[in-house]
Nanobody, 121 residues
Framework: QVQLVESGGGLVQAGGSLRLSCKAS????????MGWYRQFPRKQRELVAS???????NYADSVKGRFTISRDNAKNTVDLQMNSLKPEDTAVYYC???????????????WGRGTQVTVSS
């Protein structure tokens, strides 16, 4: 099994910054893509940013130029630096990782429990 634990959420004023971190632990041979998703009340979860193992990022249009995703393969972590935050960024943010298991090489995606980000106007 693999666990993803997020940290760094909280309350911030519009225009402020937050940094989310996520650490994967457990039965891991290799982590492929990692990413951050968010979910608004009564809405489906949506992609915020993702990053390949070799560090190529992909961003939702709504966060381009404001958010930066990064990862450390040695530590099995992925971070999301969020700048110029807006009230519409308020959501629960989830970490996601595609993990290759040892021995079996079985590939599966895992989710964290989520961390609340609230941006006040």
């Amino acid at each position: 099994q693999v666990q993803l634990v997020e940290s760094g959420g909280g309350l911030v004023q519009a225009g402020g910054s937050l940094r989310l971190s996520c650490k994967a632990s457990g039965s891991i041979f290799r982590i492929h893509a990692m990413g951050w998703y968010r979910q608004f009340p009564r809405k489906q979860r949506e992609l915020v940013a993702s990053i390949t193992r070799d560090g190529s990022p992909n961003y939702a249009d709504s966060v381009k130029g404001r958010f930066t995703i990064s990862r450390d393969n040695a530590k099995n972590t992925v971070d999301l630096q969020m700048n110029s935050l807006k009230p519409e960024d308020t959501a629960v943010y989830y970490c996601n990782a595609f993990v290759e298991a040892p021995v079996t090489t079985y590939l599966r995606d895992y989710w964290g429990r989520g961390t609340q980000v609230t941006v006040s106007s």
